[in-house]
């Protein structure tokens, strides 16, 4: 009998860890834990929301359900207590995706990211619905197994008809109400950030876990999609079909369903009802804002700033289909610009435009339309000439970049010089783009300061502590670390120091605070607007669905270029 209320008891608890510290597989208790004195449970009927930072305390606590993290000491019957009651395996029953960046190729290779704009390998050619229906495994499910009255009497076939039925019955329903319908026979790669991290949700949903964590959902997701998302998973949550643990970043909006937060700051977690977290939080927040900042000078009002692009009467289609319509944009030095746009408007189209990268900047010639950049028309350049001129940031240039060879942060960082995805030359600083093939001594001063001086601007020193222990590294210890074993957040900021570190004239910042925790945001926000990070001189684009993520204000002079239905206003 104590048995039977103990096993009732325990189906109750969906997470269950009582008083523990969590570490990395391979660490011992005496070791710094990745987060102390957890106490956090989650019962049937509530709606929980991990809030935090997004460089690995959140994530470590969300992947600590999926059994990738150490519990001391073990709850007695693991974390999920519910799921020990049935026989799935932890793979089956808890999903975890994340958002923060789109999911790179297999291996540690560079790609082409440019291969969206053309589609021309065969595997770009898969659409999105067909990568739904990749796989037919783990489609049997008790829950559908449910519909069928007597298995015995039913053949295999018929039975596997029957799931593929009910499974492609759930992937209309899904497409539908997110939006995808009239996407689904598109190239997959042809999708935009927002597009395809709805298309995941939609791809997790059909694997139908028991419980799925969406870690950032919202990033790079517009304004129209996010009600209408919210809506999907709260319904599908009280159905518990699946249950949703959502982990959200610092200035996300919190659903008005979630009843809880678990709130992720400086390795330690505190639990709660949403009201009460929420208050504590904005009364945290509003001792930050009582900070004054003061507007920075931005020379790009004047009337002598230079022209660095020219759009005039551009446009890019493919066949029928039009993603930009007689696009009129003048980039100037100094300017800073804030490009918005709902999902699949073409702002990663016409930012690919900006750097050459699409092949249809070529065909943007007179008379009816025309492309300037730099002063000189796109076929006048080459590609490696304008990688020089600017320092770029998104979600393609994370995914492709190149993790399988053991490159340095000093060697990611100095391939910004170039534009490159390669180190070159001593030092990993470059060969510059002379015929001699190699940089003067001049040249190669400058460029190690620069390094230097962007370590120094955005390091780990700048980070206030929060998110990634560096065990009290030097900057030069840190300078040496493999790019590829940083967790996600600190390679987003390398990567922001390989954009800035050559000083080009037109600077590009496309969901630049993906995975970043907040100590990072902070360093990296004050290290663009204190005319360090970005000079006077320099033009900047940022690529966000929310105003308060761009570094500077109105009173700073930033305008807004917005994309709606393919026509830029």
């Known amino acids: 009998m104590a048995a039977r209320i103990g096993a009732r008891h325990l189906s109750s608890y969906i997470v269950h860890i009582p008083k523990a510290n969590i570490y990395r597989f391979g660490d011992s208790d005496s070791a710094r834990p990745v987060l102390t004195g957890v106490d956090w449970t989650v019962r049937e009927g509530e709606s929980w929301a991990v809030v935090g930072s997004g460089a690995g305390e959140k994530t470590a606590l969300l992947e600590t359900l999926l059994g990738n993290t150490r519990i001391s000491p073990p709850p007695p019957a693991g974390p999920l207590p519910s799921l020990s009651l049935n026989s799935r395996s932890i793979n089956e029953a808890v999903c975890l995706v994340s958002f923060a960046h789109r999911p790179r190729a297999s291996g540690g290779a560079f790609y082409d990211y440019t291969a969206r704009y053309g589609a021309v390998r065969e595997e770009d050619r898969l659409t999105l619905r067909q990568s739904m229906f990749l ?36 992937f209309e329903e899904l497409v539908d109400k997110l939006g995808l319908k009239d996407l689904l026979d598109l190239p997959l790669v042809a999708l935009s950030n927002g597009q395809t991290r709805r298309a995941r949700i939609v791809k997790a949903l059909l694997e139908q876990p028991d419980i799925l964590l969406l870690d950032e959902p919202l990033t790079g997701l517009d304004f129209k999609t996010r009600p209408t998302l919210f809506h999907l998973l709260h319904s599908v949550h009280v159905s518990n079909n699946p249950r949703i643990i959502m982990g959200l970043r610092l200035q996300d909006p919190v659903p008005e369903w979630i009843s809880h937060i678990a709130l992720v700051q400086d390795g330690r977690v505190k639990t709660g009802e949403k009201t009460t977290i929420l208050q504590e939080l904005n009364d945290s927040r509003a001792k930050e804002s009582s900070r004054s900042t003061s507007p920075v000078h931005i020379p790009g009002l004047e009337a002598k700033a230079k022209v660095l692009v020219d759009m005039q009467n551009v446009n890019v289609r493919y066949h029928e289909r039009h993603v930009l319509k007689d696009i009129n944009w003048t980039i100037r030095s100094g300017d800073r610009w804030h490009l918005q746009g709902a999902n699949g ?9 900006l750097t050459g990268d699409h092949p249809q900047s070529y065909t943007q010639r007179g008379p009816t339309s025309a492309l300037t950049l730099f002063g000189s028309a796109r076929r006048a350049h080459a590609t490696a000439y304008l990688r020089t001129r600017i320092g770029v940031v998104s979600p393609e240039l994370y995914n492709a970049w190149p993790r399988a060879r053991d490159m340095s942060v000093w060697e990611a960082v100095a391939t910004g010089f170039e534009g490159g995805f390669v180190p070159l030359g001593p030092r ?15 040249e190669r001063a400058w460029r190690e300061e620069r390094v230097w ?69 902070r360093a990296a926000r004050a290290y663009l607007r204190d005319g360090v990070g970005i000079g006077e001189e320099q033009a900047v684009v940022v690529v966000s669905h929310w105003d308060d993520e761009v570094p500077w204000g109105v009173e700073d002079g930033v305008k807004r270029f917005r994309l709606e239905g393919c026509v830029g206003t």
């Open 135 to 170: 796989e037919e495994s783990g489609l049997i499910r008790d829950s559908i197994k449910s519909f069928i009255v007597d298995r015995s009497a039913i053949g295999h076939e018929q039975e596997d008809a029957i799931l593929r039925a009910e499974k492609g019955r759930r």
């Open 345 to 353: 408007s073409g702002k990663t189209t016409l930012l690919s435009v």
């Open 428 to 442: 990993g600083l470059g060969t510059g783009l002379g015929a001699s093939g190699k940089l003067s001594a001049h």
């Open 453 to 521: 001086e962007v370590l120094r601007g955005l390091g780990p020193h700048t980070w206030g502590g929060g998110g990634v222990p560096t065990g009290g590294e030097t900057m030069e210890e840190f300078a040496l670390r493999p790019f590829a074993a940083l967790p996600a957040g600190v390679q987003s900021v390398v990567l922001l120091m390989r954009a800035l570190v050559g000083r080009p004239p037109l600077v590009l910042l496309d969901e630049v605070w993906a995975g970043m925790d907040d100590g990072m945001v």
